[in-house]
């Protein structure tokens, strides 16, 4: 059964599906095996594996290491072709469908594509689509892209589709790592009231009642990061909280 299938497995059964994103840079190296240990006893259903910035050369390894904890799919969350490997379950094969940027647009996938084929790895099209979380993120500036105006909805929305109908497979939803404000519940709701089509958000979900609100507004998938980095404790009640058919 192929990852994708997987999570649209659990978001029949529980409603949506919860995913932790881990970012394998150096100033984690002391905490991966124990995050992803709370992970495996959490309910978490995969992890996001990526990070717009790396500030050393063990980035491989360390994916490594995460995959051999990890008893759910490790997917790519890509933030750049240098952090592939053959380590993953999977891969969002990822365009910056917010920004005008075209190295992000197909630039920086076509310099992978080959790569992809030869190593054989699963890959899940994505639109991603950057909001403006009300805090610079640093996909923003390495990007080099603006983010679409959280009260913007109509835009978000024309985006969106334009994502569904290239054939993406998900739409993801991104306030950006560390945003003050989640993805706003309104533009949440336009989005996935109209595509046909799953939709992730992430970005500013600091609690399970935040991660709620965005799943009953239509979220697929729900995508923590910096918090679970302060405190990993938190990862069942936000798996319970978007489990909310479980």
Not at 37 to 61: H, P, Q, R, T, Y
Not at 139 to 147: A, I, K
Request: hydrophobic letters at 45%; proline letters at 4%.
């Amino acid at each position: 059964m192929s990852v994708f299938t997987k999570l649209n497995s659990v978001i029949d059964e529980k409603g949506a599906a919860y995913v932790v994103l881990i970012d394998p840079d150096r100033k984690n190296e002391d905490s991966l095996e124990s995050c992803v240990e709370s992970a495996n006893i959490s309910g978490v259903d995969a992890l996001f594996v990526g990070g717009s910035l790396m500030m050393d050369g063990k980035c491989i390894d360390r994916v490594k290491r995460i995959k051999d904890v990890s008893n759910v799919p490790v997917i790519f969350f890509p933030g750049g072709v240098g952090q592939l490997n053959s380590y993953y379950d999977a891969m969002l094969f990822m365009s910056v469908i917010s920004g005008r940027n075209p190295h992000y647009l197909i630039g920086e996938q076509a310099i992978a594509a080959p790569m992809v084929k030869d190593i054989g790895i699963e890959t899940i099209p994505t639109g991603y689509m950057l909001m403006d979380g009300g805090a610079g993120s640093t996909v923003e500036f390495m990007s080099g892209t603006r983010p679409i105006p959280m009260n913007r909805s109509d835009i978000a929305v024309a985006h969106a589709l334009a994502g569904q109908y290239l054939g993406m497979k998900l739409i993801y939803l991104e306030a950006g790592s560390g945003a003050k404000e989640p993805v706003a519940t309104n533009v949440v709701e336009a989005v996935t009231d109209a595509l046909d089509i799953s939709v992730i958000v992430g970005g500013g979900i600091r609690n399970p009642k935040t991660a709620f609100e965005k799943v009953k507004a239509g979220a697929s998938i729900i995508v923590t990061g910096t918090v679970i980095e302060e405190n990993s404790n938190l990862m069942s009640e936000l798996a319970d909280a978007v489990h909310w058919r479980a």
